[in-house]
């Protein structure tokens, strides 16, 4: 079946559809991985958003329950230049195009996705539609110009969890043990379990695992809950996550990590949980022209010099101008130099805006979680 791609300013993609079909809209964004698409599409930061693989070949090791990062893909759309019709691995339960038409996924491949990058490279990421069947190019151009814009937009209320969880009642039955074969061990785990507290403004998985790998008993609750419903639970730590939207346009989270900003317990935070807790200790977000997505994004860790290769997904940043003098910067992008991580100095708080849960990516960040490991115990 044929399928059309059609940007906000215009520009249109003819090729054939690849999963579901029907009509979808959001962001269109690219990510360089070469790897990792079950990741991706199962990564509630994509809430909202199109995602483009610039690897030219998606889907030939299929899919596998253990590489799920939530209970179902969350991605509004799915761009590849050829869409791997096989599954060959033997963790494989099925091929991609089976996935992504159980999940209503509507995807379109056999597309020029080098080009369609280099358009959203140059002229920054577009509002999108991806239609199929017999569809008007200039009636799917119309409907994105309609899409309401990221900015501005709380996609987390989306993605959140209903109710607190705790989740080591529920880990079993949400990944495959395949899953560990291929993580790594942790650098040591805590010398007692330690209870942290965490925010699901759209949660990976991995880090929930991660976490409980270094000993840590992990209870979730919903984005909205009040700061006291956390501290109630007498937390060694609390731990923001990652998500989708915009960081500014969560008004209630803002004023939550606040609240726990003066508990001045350890804390940690990742991707959007970085940019809530930039906002809540006095800084500005700002969205970026294309973003960063991908698994090979070199990050300069400032103290030491050296370089992380890491796995990233993010449309906003904070603004270093705007940090206050009590807040250090730690990490730096090393393609467009913006704010990669930052440390208060008197308060035992740090965030990083990549993924050190590597999931899809490198193991190069790992040791975040032991430094928030040892700023528990030392607490």
């Known amino acids: 079946m044929n399928a059309i791609l059609a940007l906000e300013d215009g520009t249109w993609y003819r090729g054939i559809a690849a999963g579901a079909q029907g009509e979808t809209s959001g962001e269109v964004v690219f990510n360089t991985s070469m790897t990792g698409y079950q990741e991706v599409l199962t990564d509630p930061s994509y809430a909202g958003q199109i995602v483009t693989m610039t ?75 991806i239609a199929t069947g017999q569809v008007d190019p200039d009636q799917l151009v119309e409907k994105a110009r309609a899409i309401p814009k990221m900015e501005g937009a709380d996609m987390v209320r989306g993605v959140t969890c209903d109710q607190a969880y705790n989740w080591g009642d529920v880990a079993p039955a949400q990944g495959n043990a395949d899953h560990v074969e291929f993580g790594i061990a942790p650098g040591r785990k805590a010398t007692r379990r330690l209870r942290v507290a965490a925010y699901d403004f759209g949660v990976k998985w991995n880090i929930l695992r991660r976490l409980d790998a270094y000993g840590c008993d992990v209870n979730v609750f919903p984005a909205s809950a009040p700061a006291k419903d956390l ?9 923001l996550s990652n998500g989708p939207g915009d960081p500014a346009a969560l008004s ?52 030491s010099g050296k370089i992380e290769i890491t796995s990233q997904n993010h449309g906003f940043a904070v603004d270093p101008g705007s940090l206050p003098s009590d807040v250090q910067v730690t990490h730096l992008n090393l393609y467009d130099g913006t704010v990669e991580g930052f440390r208060h100095t008197s308060k035992p708080i740090f965030s990083v805006q990549y993924h050190p849960e590597a999931s899809p990516g490198p193991h190069d960040a790992d040791y975040l979680f032991e430094q928030f490991l040892e700023s528990m115990e030392k607490k």
């Open 55 to 129: 690897a030219p070949h998606i889907g030939n090791y299929g899919v596998s329950a253990g590489d799920e990062e939530s209970r179902s893909p969350h991605v509004a759309g799915f761009v590849m230049r050829e869409a791997s019709p096989l599954a060959s691995n033997y963790r494989a339960s099925g091929t991609l195009r089976d996935y992504l038409t159980r999940h209503n996924i509507v995807a379109i491949a056999d597309i020029d996705t080098r080009a369609l990058t280099r358009v959203l490279r140059s002229a920054g990421v577009m509002r999108g539609v």
């Open 231 to 239: 501290l109630a639970i007498e937390p060694d730590g609390i731990f």
């Open 252 to 303: 209630y989270a803002i004023d939550n990590v606040k609240e726990l900003v003066k508990a001045e317990r350890p804390m940690f935070g990742i991707c959007l949980g970085h940019q809530i807790l930039g906002l809540a200790v006095g800084g500005d977000t700002f969205k970026l022209k294309f973003g960063h997505r991908g698994a090979n994004h070199p990050v300069k860790e400032l103290s």
